[in-house]
């Protein structure tokens, strides 16, 4: 039988089950871990508040994701501090989600025996807004988006902002390539820079009604069957 141990800072003892025998063994835990400071970029003063994660480098999936939170995280203090334990060895990738400055993420960590220091600068980034209308020039409501930020992570923004708007809060630098979609409307991409020249526009065509018959082998309709339609090269 093997054993797999996942420590976390917190953990409650448990006893083992009816019948169950009890075995003993020094386990040696991860010694490693990250601490640091997270600082404004600009001015270099320390971030409070600011949520970081660490991860393998090169790991798959969204960061801040169930498995970001087993390897260890937290918030960083009102001098900007963190500090995340029991890390095994390896090379890891910070990812940080300050309160009112871009996210952010540092790579190339090496972490071994002991603690390792790391400084994070953080940008103020951009408040961006996408002006949404229609073939008339009129606003159109309950807008949605989806787009990747520079730093590989996909958003989606729902339509719960303003009418005829999509509104982006600290965005990093970089570029931009936002799927915008209303409805009653044919989606559009706006591409843009961040910081931006202009503000961004995204104009939605009146589109057009796509019918869908569903059957199976033999011919026969099929009831309640789950139909999406993407645009080619869609996210």
């Known amino acids: 039988m093997s054993l797999q141990i996942l420590p976390r800072t917190t953990s409650r003892p448990r006893s083992p089950g009816v019948g169950a025998a009890e075995v003993w063994r020094d386990l040696a835990l991860p010694a490693g871990g990250i601490e640091g400071t997270v600082v404004d970029a600009e001015t270099g003063e320390p971030v409070g508040g600011a949520t970081v994660w660490a991860?393998?480098?090169?790991?798959?999936?969204?960061?801040?994701?169930?498995?970001?939170?087993?390897?260890?995280?937290?918030e960083t203090d009102d001098e900007g501090r963190f500090t995340i334990r029991h890390l095994a060895p390896g090379r890891f990738s910070l990812r940080i989600v300050p309160r009112a400055h871009a996210d952010a993420r540092?790579?190339?960590?090496?972490?071994?025996?002991?603690?390792?220091?790391?400084?994070?600068?953080?940008?103020r980034g951009t408040d961006i807004r996408i002006e949404?209308?229609?073939?008339?020039?009129?606003?159109v409501p309950a807008v949605r988006a989806v787009f990747r930020d520079p730093l590989g992570d996909?958003?989606?923004?729902?339509?719960?902002?303003?009418?005829?708007?999509?509104?982006?809060?600290?965005?990093?630098?970089?570029?931009?390539?936002?799927?915008?979609?209303?409805r009653g409307h044919a989606p559009a991409r706006v591409r843009f820079a961040v910081p931006p020249r202009a503000e961004p526009r995204a104009a939605l065509g009146a589109g057009g009604t796509l019918v869908v018959a569903v059957a199976d082998a033999a011919g026969r309709p099929v009831?309640?069957?789950?139909?999406?339609?993407?645009?080619?090269?869609?996210?």
């Not at 965005?171 to 931009?176: E, I, K, L, R």
Request: charged share 25%.
């Open 55 to 74: 991860r393998p480098e090169g790991a798959a999936g969204p960061a801040g994701a169930e498995g970001d939170r087993e390897l260890g995280g937290g």
């Open 154 to 182: 996909e958003t989606f923004l729902g339509p719960d902002g303003p009418p005829g708007a999509i509104e982006i809060r600290y965005a990093p630098a970089g570029s931009y390539d936002v799927l915008v979609a209303g």
């Open 106 to 123: 540092v790579d190339g960590i090496d972490v071994g025996r002991g603690m390792t220091g790391v400084k994070a600068p953080v940008e």
């Open 223 to 235: 009831a309640r069957a789950e139909i999406s339609a993407l645009d080619e090269g869609a996210y």
């Open 132 to 139: 949404v209308v229609d073939g008339a020039g009129r606003p």
